[in-house]
């Protein structure tokens, strides 16, 4: 209704503009009550109408690409079909989460004892620990309401047009009270505020930081905000003071038992080989996190179809496992029988030092190029690990850097080979220097600022460190100089050996 006033509006200004310039140009009189205002004042309705509809053209480019439905999103409310028993681990944070839903659905309860109810819980820790999952289970498990968004939808290059999203939401929010507004990647209108005040980013901040301390709730209305990000510490202090995200709870890389768990869930409806122990299968996937276990278990399901197989077998796990973690196997690979041995004796060197100092057990070594690497050698943790000590770093670095040490001992010179392993030891040494206090500089930490101030004495540190360890890497080597030859020669025919073929042959040897 609103559209066709507005065009009809528009045509009748035109219309009456060009009577206007006709009757003044050719001096006649058509209507005698248009005269030189009454043409001025069209043109000018005229011109704001068309600088309007210009604005919106522009404003709806940067939509060209997302579907209607899509565009509407933050206006919709979700039911998804998720439960909370298809989010495996993280009991105490489904603890938490059914407080938040018990606090909503039975609000008299709290109110009669005072208890004054969250107003927001932000869940964060790193990518794919299954905080949007456990979001969207809280949704399916209870009856409230559930207004999911993601902090990209408020993002705009139009100042306040963010802001009036977040309002709009919140609005949404009051008219479904009580009810749970989710917001996903909340980094992306939470970061803090930057010097210029007046930027599209900081109003949709401001606006939410405003909605969040909710005094224009009714004292009836009930809205739990939850909100999920990987960068906690880029969100402004302002929206994680108590009143505004109350409760911050971390969601990390799950456990040996809790990826067990995942694993359950996501092989639920598939029809597994009896011989899949899903126990081993929950060690060789240390250190990856829920999304990546779901992606193994998809892959291992791939790969049986592939091979017409009726079950999915340890194999297909395996095999799902090292693609995950070292990437797609590269069968043309035109690598040269030189750089072949190199990389035989470079991994060879990764294992035995591994080995020898005890990092980890093996799994498996291969010179079979991925997507990723020329080589790689698997480890096979059996155990989560939370704390390391001062050695057990510097162990770590160690075998980390023994590929080049065994370039250098059996060719005489290094390769490019190990840019990551450099990449990888250095990060490890910086931690040591800067956030565990396990350096000559001391018992302390530097943050970003000291870091730029003490420049020259950490590199000199991590420069002693690393060649400290390298040194020793070296001598390590030497000593072993038979094994490290037995094993790459073996590695350099087969392309792949266990790890029980590498302790027959250290002990052979
Ligand atoms: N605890 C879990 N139980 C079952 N599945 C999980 C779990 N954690 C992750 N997953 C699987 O990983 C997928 C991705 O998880 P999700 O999107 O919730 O991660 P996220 O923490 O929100 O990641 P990001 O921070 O990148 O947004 C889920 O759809 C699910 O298949
Ligand atoms: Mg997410």
New binding site residues.
């Given amino acids: 209704m609103k559209k066709r006033l507005f065009y009809a509006v528009l045509l009748f200004c035109i219309s009456l503009s060009l009577l206007g310039i006709y009757s003044i140009e050719k001096k006649i009189i058509i209507f005698p009550f248009i005269n030189k205002r009454i043409l001025a004042l069209s043109l000018t309705i005229v011109f704001l109408q068309l600088l309007y509809l210009f604005g919106k053209k522009h404003q709806s480019k940067a939509y060209a690409n997302v579907p209607k439905k899509e565009r509407n999103k933050e206006k919709q409310s979700l039911k998804p079909s998720v439960k909370l028993v298809?989010?495996?681990?993280?009991e105490e944070v489904k603890e938490e989460i059914m407080e938040i839903a018990d606090f909503i659905t039975h609000a008299e309860k709290y109110k009669k004892m005072g208890a004054k109810i969250p107003r927001g819980i932000l869940l964060y820790?790193?990518?794919?620990?299954?905080?949007?999952?456990?979001a969207s289970a809280l949704a399916g498990e209870t009856n409230t309401e559930f207004i999911a968004s993601s902090g990209s939808e408020f993002m705009e290059k139009y100042v306040g047009v963010g802001a009036k999203r977040v309002r709009e939401l919140f609005q949404r929010g009051k008219e479904k009270s009580p009810c749970i507004i989710f917001i996903?990647?909340i980094d992306a209108i939470g970061a803090k505020r930057s010097e210029e005040g007046q930027s599209e980013c900081n109003q949709t901040l401001n606006q939410l930081l405003t909605e969040m301390d909710g005094f224009k709730l009714e004292d009836d209305q009930i809205i739990v905000v939850i909100g999920?990000t990987?960068r906690m510490d880029i969100l402004d202090a302002a929206l994680l003071r108590p009143g505004r995200f109350n409760k911050h709870v971390y969601?990390g890389n799950?456990n040996k038992i809790?990826r067990k768990?995942?694993l359950q869930?996501?092989t639920k409806n598939k029809p597994l080989s009896k011989k899949v122990n899903l126990e081993k299968i929950a060690v060789k996937t240390h250190g990856l996190?829920?999304?990546h276990?779901?992606n193994i278990v998809n892959e291992a399901a791939l790969l049986a179809v592939r091979n017409n197989r009726e079950e999915i077998t340890p194999l297909d796990f395996d095999n799902a496992i090292e693609r995950i973690i070292a990437g797609l196997k590269m069968k043309n690979s035109t690598i040269s029988e030189k750089e072949k041995k190199i990389v035989s004796f470079h991994e060879s060197g990764h294992a035995l030092v591994g080995k020898l100092l005890k990092v980890h057990a093996i799994e498996k070594i291969s010179i079979i190029p991925t997507s990723q690497a020329l080589g790689y050698v698997l480890n096979a943790s059996s155990e989560d690990q939370f704390l390391y000590t001062k050695n057990d770093l510097l162990k770590r670095v160690k075998s980390i850097l023994a590929g080049r040490a065994a370039e250098e001992i059996i060719f005489g010179e290094v390769t490019t080979g190990a840019k990551d392993d450099l990449n990888k030891a250095t990060d490890i040494i910086l931690g040591m220097i800067c956030e565990y206090g396990m350096s000559n500089l001391g018992n302390r930490t530097f943050d970003s600022k000291m870091i730029y101030g003490n420049m020259e004495k950490i590199n000199d540190e991590v420069k002693r460190i690393i060649d400290h360890c390298y040194e020793d890497t070296l001598k390590l080597l030497q000593e072993n100089k038979k094994p490290l030859i037995a094993i790459a020669e073996q590695l350099f025919e087969k392309e792949t050996l266990s790890g029980d073929e590498l302790n027959h042959l250290i002990k052979t040897v």
């Fill in positions: 298809d989010v495996a681990g993280l820790g790193p990518p794919g620990t299954g905080k949007t999952l456990l996903d990647e999920a990987n969601i799950p809790a768990q995942i869930v996501h996190s829920g999304a276990i779901s």
